[in-house]
């Protein structure tokens, strides 16, 4: 099924944003389904699937299996692909692309409607296509079509000269399950030498998925057949299975491994459906396979589905012993693979001015076009596009540019210069199209009440695609300014809005990303179905409580049997509420509950609805490995006091930005700049410890430890001297632990939180008036400090401070405000200054109390420290 999202657009602007954590899947991002990858020489060549978009099956070129780049499309001229009346989630389906012999080959099947496949009168005969220079669109030859019915067609060139083809259609004519067929072909005239035969059928149990295997690709390894399927239908069951035989005839025997994709075991992972595998080999010897997946924007998505579609990954492949392929070495699919490859940094900002035409191949229109309707040499540097009689609600080829969405989060922007509507059936705008029953514009039309142009948008809602239509008057646009349109996307949906005169953007309609959700068959088989309720009446109260118990029953069967923590161990309450965590907490108990629960479970630990304590040390480089794909709680809300910082903040755009503003503050290069700052205070400490030393006195090595950092931290982030080391009163340290323990039980409750906030300075609870009064505090003393240090501009000592104030980010030139500085400050020293001293004191303990490891200290110390009787250290880096 197609999935996608097009943004129709004119003169465009678009914010991407930019990832650097190794290889970042998906590697061709946004609607690319069903890849299809060959490598010629040092050339790896791939093709996916368009649908009822046109032109048709583009080709990606890339050196090194991570830079991909677009260099045109198999289908471009009507004569090859002639989309009439297409309806949403026909045309092209999965090709295959190979290379023999000096051609490279392009098969495919189009579709003008999705139906049964034992409805032999709407499934058309596969075609493919040659180039002998594939750099070249232009050069793809006229269709030669093959005898053999179905779709997701494959070509096999045996090492005897033989070729074959493979398509999926039902085993038996009606009532059949999917199976693979495979005829021989006469590759010059695409006519079947013999007659198909079963090649292989869907071993999958009904009650586990759809009895379905499509999309096979057949290789030939050191004499043997391997066969990859797609198997399960498209959805959270989709999949890939591996089979081999020593003939073409069979039996083939399923791989020890299969599915050697799925990730459809744990429906929390942040990568789904993945299936529908090609395989290829690099020019060292390493395998790889290409394949589709989603990344579903849940759990805030009402549905789940992704508004981008099906897009293009990449996982190792690696081979056991026995010789059968194991794909990421049978690990789930993650969105990041920091070992694998290399990392790749995507263009935050894409523009086409349309100088001389398009900049790219990445342009669509909707079926095949009857005739151009886009003009770029009558005004240079503007795109022109001639209206016809056709709207986007039709299944046809209305006059509409289109460009696919690659990033969930993402602004495109068009500005319309010209445009002088005489009816309201003349309109020019931007839209999320999805299909001819959902997409969504905001557009310049014509007013019937004034006569002049006005802003209009069309939304599209509901499971009957319900038109809601605003029209908006505004002066400057009736008098034909300049127009610049905007479409905002958000992981929750989209809104919609306009400016004029390099104004901000005055938004006008949002829509939930479920009315722009991938899985168009859902969406057409609303437009044609009602579903009738029953009525009934009851006593109000007896059915409120039925109702309640009911729910309740619901809820927790679900947290206790289905949801996908369900198997992990732990206390009964916490499978269900985080509330028992809270009362552990507000009575000082949790570390030691956190500890018993760990020797009573087990190394994992389920502590919460949607969390797990881990004990094993195993798990950490797995979870941060992990970098995005686990997203942050809405737990460190609870440190987000008064603006986002970079520690708490869960907005993904403001982490980045901040961490590009930030980076060179904690390099490593400004902090060798600032380690003459920290030296004096190390000396400190060591002063105390010899004070205490000489005199034998017993005293607290962790409440030194927190002099010692509270010092550092303050030095660094304010250039304030706490001058906690000298004095050593443990009363006048600022308000640190108080703020945390605040911030845990904001956290815990998160659905709470804005209710809490807004009346705790009512509520007359003592301990909590303290805890608020001690954030109130820290916050004061950060702003002091701040205030103090940017007022001080005759400073020209390196600190972190420093750092801070003069730190821009290199793609915007934004620069940190002072509240933004304030805040970044605050989390320093309440997060570092906490870490900092448990991390050490714990340290310490862990040295004092193994005298082996004590004497290793002393002696990796003492091959950097020269005189610790007169410097800290010698040798820095």
Same mark, same amino acid.
């Given at each position: ?54 032109? &048709? ?74 180039? %002998?220079?594939? *750099? ?117 025997? &399923? ?21 529908? !595998? ?44 026995? &010789? ?37 191949? +990445? ?35 209305? +006059? ?29 705008? +931007? ?77 006008? +309609? ?23 309720? %029953?009525?009934?009446?009851?006593? %109000? ?7 309640? !118990? ?23 309450? !916490? ?63 609870? *440190? ?81 001297? *706490? ?28 659905? *709470? ?56 980010? %290199? ?67």
């Amino acid at each position: 099924m197609k999935s996608t999202i097009f943004m129709r657009l004119a003169s465009v602007v678009a914010l991407l944003p930019t990832f650097a954590q190794g290889l970042v899947n998906p590697i061709i991002p946004g609607f690319n389904p069903d890849p299809t990858i060959i490598r010629v020489g040092q050339d790896f060549f791939l093709a996916t699937s368009t649908f009822e978009f046109f032109p &048709g099956v583009p080709i990606y070129h890339s050196t090194d299996l991570v830079k991909w780049e677009n260099i045109g499309h198999a289908l471009s001229r009507p004569s090859q692909l002639n989309m009439r009346g297409t309806a949403p989630s026909g045309g092209i389906f999965a090709p295959t692309l190979r290379h023999h012999d000096g051609l490279f080959y392009l098969i495919d099947t189009v579709f003008d409607v999705i139906s049964p496949p034992d409805n032999v009168t709407r499934v058309p005969r596969s075609f493919y296509v040659t180039t %002998p220079n594939i *750099f070249d669109q232009t050069s793809w030859s006229e269709p030669t079509y093959v005898d053999q019915w179905g779709f997701d067609p494959d070509l096999f060139f045996d090492d005897d000269g033989k070729v074959y083809l493979t398509s999926t259609f039902s085993e038996f004519v009606e009532n059949g399950n999917f199976a693979n067929w495979i005829t021989e072909i006469d590759i010059k005239t695409g006519d079947s030498v013999g007659n198909s035969r079963v090649l292989h059928t869907t071993t999958v149990p009904p009650e586990l998925g759809y009895p379905l295997t499509e999309g096979s690709h057949l290789y030939k390894l050191n004499g043997t057949y391997y066969m990859v399927t797609a198997d399960s239908g498209t959805e959270a069951n989709h999949k890939a299975n591996v089979y081999r035989s020593q003939t073409l005839d069979g039996p083939w025997e &399923g791989n020890p491994h299969n599915p050697v994709l799925w990730n459809g075991e744990d429906m929390s992972l942040p990568v789904l459906a993945t299936g529908h !595998a090609d395989i290829v080999d690099d020019v060292d010897g390493n395998w790889w396979a290409v394949f589709l997946a989603i990344r579903p924007q849940n759990p805030r998505n009402s549905t789940g589905l992704p508004q981008l579609g099906r897009e293009t990954f990449l996982c190792p492949v690696i081979w056991d012993s026995d &010789g059968w392929p194991m794909f990421n070495n049978n690990e789930p699919i993650t969105e990041y693979m920091p070992d694998v490859l290399y990392d790749l940094d995507r263009p935050k900002v894409w523009r086409d001015d349309f100088e001389g035409g398009l900049t790219d191949e +990445a342009y669509y229109y909707t079926r095949t076009p009857y005739k151009r309707f886009t003009d770029f040499e009558s005004s240079p540097g503007k795109l022109r596009i001639r209206g016809n009689v056709y709207t986007l609600n039709d299944r046809e080829t209305p +006059a509409a540019l289109l460009r696919k969405q690659v990033d969930i989060n993402t602004t495109f922007s068009t500005e319309v210069s010209s445009f002088s509507p005489v009816s309201w059936r003349q309109e020019a705008g +931007a839209s999320v199209y999805l299909s001819i029953h959902y997409h969504n514009e905001v557009a310049i039309t014509y007013s019937n009440d004034t006569g002049k142009r006005c802003i209009v948008t069309h939304t599209r809602t509901g499971p009957d695609a319900t038109l809601n239509t605003t029209y908006i008057e505004d002066e400057d646009v009736a008098n034909g300014d300049p127009v610049k349109l905007f479409i905002e996307a958000k992981d929750v949906g989209y809104r919609l809005g306009y400016s004029t005169g390099g104004k901000a953007p005055s938004w006008l +309609a949002t829509v939930e990303n479920r009315w722009l959700q991938s899985y168009v068959q859902e969406i057409e088989a609303n437009m044609n179905t009602k579903q009738l309720l %029953p009525v009934a009446t009851a006593n %109000p109260f007896t059915s409120t409580a039925a109702s309640l !118990a009911v729910l309740i029953g619901l809820y927790t069967f679900y947290y206790r049997k289905i949801h996908p923590l369900a198997r992990f161990p732990g206390p009964f309450l !916490a499978s269900l509420t985080n509330l028992w965590r809270l009362r552990e907490l507000g009575n000082l108990h949790l570390p030691e509950t956190l500890v018993v629960l760990h020797e009573k479970y087990g190394d994992v630990v389920r502590i919460g609805p949607n969390m797990l304590s881990f004990r094993q040390g195993s798990a950490v480089p797995r979870i941060y490995k992990a970098g995005r794909t686990l997203a942050k709680t809405a737990f460190y809300d609870g *440190f987000t006091s008064f603006n986002p910082n970079l520690f708490g903040t869960r907005d993904e755009e403001v982490h980045s930005m901040r961490r590009r503003q930030m980076a060179h503050a904690f390099s490593l290069q400004s902090i060798k700049e600032m380690e003459q700052h920290i030296d004096g205070h190390m000396l400190q400490f060591r002063k105390n410890l010899d004070e205490y030393s000489q005199t034998g006195e017993i005293f607290d090595l962790k409440e030194l430890i927190a002099f010692f950092v509270l010092d550092v931290l303050g030095d660094l982030a304010f250039r304030c001297q *706490f001058d906690s080391q000298i004095e050593k009163d443990i009363s006048k340290l600022p308000p640190i632990n108080d703020h945390i323990f605040l911030a845990c039980l904001m956290g815990m409750i998160p659905d *709470f939180m804005p209710f809490i906030k807004s009346v705790s300075p009512w509520i007359p609870i003592p301990w909590l008036q303290r805890l608020l009064a001690a954030r109130q505090s820290l916050k004061n003393l950060t702003a002091q400090c701040v205030k103090s240090r940017i007022a001080d501009t005759g400073a020209a000592r390196k600190d972190l401070i420093t750092s801070l104030i003069n730190s821009v980010d %290199p793609e915007t030139g934004s620069k940190l405000t002072e509240l933004d500085i304030q805040t970044e400050a605050f989390a320093f020293i309440v997060a570092g200054s906490h870490t900092t001293s448990g991390t050490l004191t714990l340290l310490f303990s862990h040295i004092l109390q193994n005298p082996a490891v004590h004497a290793k200290a002393v002696e990796e110390v003492d091959t950097v420290v020269d005189d610790v009787g007169s410097a800290i250290m010698k040798t820095s880096g």
